[in-house]
C-alpha cells in the first residue's frame, strides 16, 4: 500500500509539473521566459558554477542549463537570424541602384602614310591605350506596391519565426520538466523496490529459521522466496527504467543528472479558473500566433505577386565618356 501511495504521489508531482511548465509557458511572452531564466541564472546557476559539481541540482538550474546549450534551440534560434534578415533586402529596394563600369585596352599599330605619301608624312604607330567609363545611377519610383508588401511580409514571417521559436522553448522546457521528474520518480521507485528487498530478505531468513525449529512448512519458505525474487526483478526493472531517464536527461539538459531534489509546489503559478486558462491559450499560445502571423506572410506575398503585373516606373540617369591618347608625326621632306 505504502508503495501504490508512493507512486500515486510521484506521479500527481509529475503532472503538476507539467502543468507549471504549460502555464509559464502560455503566460508570457518571450520576455517573461528570458527574464524568469536570467533570475534562475543569477539565483541557481550562478552559485552551482561556484560551489562545485557536488551540489546537489534543482529543477531552475536544469531549465536555465537546458535554455543555454540545447542543440535544438540553438537551431531555432540561428534559423530566426536568417529571417531577421529577410526585411532588410526587402526595404533595399527603396534605395537607388548605382553601377559603373571602367575599361581600358592595349592596341599597336604600325606607322602609315598620310595622304601624301612619304611627303606627306607618316601617322604615329607604336602602341596606344584606349579608356572608357561610364557611371548609372537608377531609382524605382514605383513597383507595383510590391516593396512595401515584401516589407509587410519580412515582419510577419519575422513575428511567425518569433512565435515558432517560443513553441520551440515551450517543448524544450517542457521536456526538461519531464526528464528532471522522471529521474526523481524513478530514484524514489529504486529507493522503494531496495527498501522492498531488505525487508523481504529478513522476512525469508526469519521464515527459515522458523522452519529449523518446525513453526513452519518448507511450502512457507518456497513463498518467502518467491516473493523475495519478486522484489529483486521489481528493483532490476526500476533500476533499468533509472538509467533510462538518466539517457534522456543528458539528452535534453545537456549534462547528467546530480543528486536531483523534488521543486516546490507550483499551485500559484496555475489559473483559478479553467476558464481563465483557456483564454490565456487563445491569446497567446505561440502556435496560435505563429498561424496568424503566416496567413498574413501569405496574404502580403499574394499582393507581391499582383504587383507584378502592375506597371513599373523608374527614373535613371547616365555618364560617360571614352578616350583614346593618339600621338601624330608629321614627316616632310624637304
Known amino acids: 500500500m505504502a508503495d501504490s501511495a508512493t507512486g500515486s504521489q510521484l506521479r500527481m508531482r509529475r503532472s503538476g509539473m507539467r502543468l507549471r511548465n504549460y502555464s509559464i509557458a502560455t503566460r508570457g511572452a518571450a520576455r517573461v521566459v528570458l527574464r524568469m531564466l536570467a533570475a534562475w541564472l543569477a539565483v541557481y546557476a550562478l552559485p552551482a558554477m561556484l560551489a562545485g559539481a557536488a551540489q546537489a541540482e534543482t529543477l531552475p538550474r536544469a531549465l536555465v542549463a537546458a535554455y543555454l546549450t540545447n542543440?535544438?534551440?540553438?537551431?531555432?534560434?540561428?534559423?530566426?537570424?536568417?529571417?531577421?534578415?529577410?526585411?532588410?533586402?526587402?526595404?533595399?529596394n527603396f534605395l537607388p541602384s548605382v553601377s559603373g563600369d571602367l575599361q581600358s585596352g592595349y592596341r599597336t599599330t604600325n606607322p602609315k602614310?598620310?595622304?601624301?605619301?612619304?611627303?606627306?608624312?607618316?601617322?604615329?604607330?607604336?602602341?596606344?591605350?584606349?579608356?572608357?567609363?561610364s557611371l548609372t545611377i537608377s531609382k524605382s519610383l514605383f513597383r507595383g506596391l510590391r516593396t512595401v508588401?515584401?516589407?509587410?511580409?519580412?515582419?510577419?514571417?519575422?513575428?511567425?519565426?518569433?512565435?515558432?521559436?517560443?513553441?520551440?522553448?515551450?517543448?524544450?522546457?517542457?521536456?526538461?520538466?519531464?526528464?528532471?521528474?522522471?529521474?526523481?520518480?524513478?530514484?524514489?521507485?529504486?529507493?522503494?523496490?531496495?527498501?522492498?528487498?531488505?525487508?523481504?530478505?529478513?522476512?525469508?531468513?526469519?521464515?527459515?529459521?522458523?522452519?529449523?525449529v518446525g513453526e513452519v512448512t518448507r511450502t512457507d519458505v518456497a513463498q518467502a522466496e518467491a516473493r523475495r525474487s519478486g522484489a529483486i526483478s521489481q528493483l532490476s526493472l526500476a533500476q533499468s527504467n533509472l538509467k533510462t531517464s538518466h539517457a534522456s536527461y543528458q539528452r535534453v539538459v545537456g549534462h547528467p543528472p546530480n543528486s536531483l531534489v523534488e521543486s516546490n509546489p507550483i499551485d500559484s503559478l496555475?489559473?483559478?479558473?479553467?476558464?481563465?486558462?483557456?483564454?490565456?491559450?487563445?491569446?497567446?499560445n505561440p502556435n496560435i500566433v505563429a498561424a496568424v502571423f503566416s496567413e498574413e506572410a501569405s496574404r502580403h506575398a499574394i499582393r507581391e505577386i499582383i504587383g507584378e503585373m502592375l506597371p513599373e516606373v523608374s527614373v535613371e540617369a547616365t555618364i560617360s565618356d571614352s578616350f583614346e591618347p593618339s600621338v601624330s608625326l608629321d614627316r616632310q621632306s624637304e
Not at 542543440?71 to 533595399?92: G, H, M, V, W, Y
Not at 511567425?160 to 519531464?178: H, I, K, M, N
Not at 496555475?270 to 483564454?279: D, R, T, V
Open 149 to 212: 508588401n515584401a516589407i509587410r511580409r519580412a515582419e510577419a514571417e519575422i513575428q511567425s519565426g518569433r512565435a515558432s521559436l517560443r513553441a520551440v522553448e515551450q517543448a524544450v522546457l517542457l521536456d526538461v520538466v519531464t526528464a528532471y521528474m522522471d529521474v526523481v520518480r524513478d530514484q524514489a521507485i529504486v529507493r522503494l523496490r531496495e527498501g522492498n528487498v531488505r525487508v523481504l530478505a529478513e522476512q525469508l531468513k526469519a521464515t527459515k529459521d522458523r522452519f529449523e
Open 71 to 92: 542543440p535544438t534551440l540553438n537551431a531555432e534560434r540561428a534559423k530566426l537570424r536568417a529571417i531577421d534578415e529577410e526585411i532588410s533586402q526587402a526595404r533595399s
Open 270 to 284: 496555475l489559473p483559478g479558473l479553467l476558464s481563465g486558462a483557456l483564454s490565456l491559450a487563445e491569446a497567446e
Open 113 to 133: 602614310p598620310k595622304g601624301g605619301g612619304a611627303l606627306g608624312g607618316f601617322s604615329a604607330g607604336g602602341p596606344h591605350h584606349p579608356k572608357s567609363y
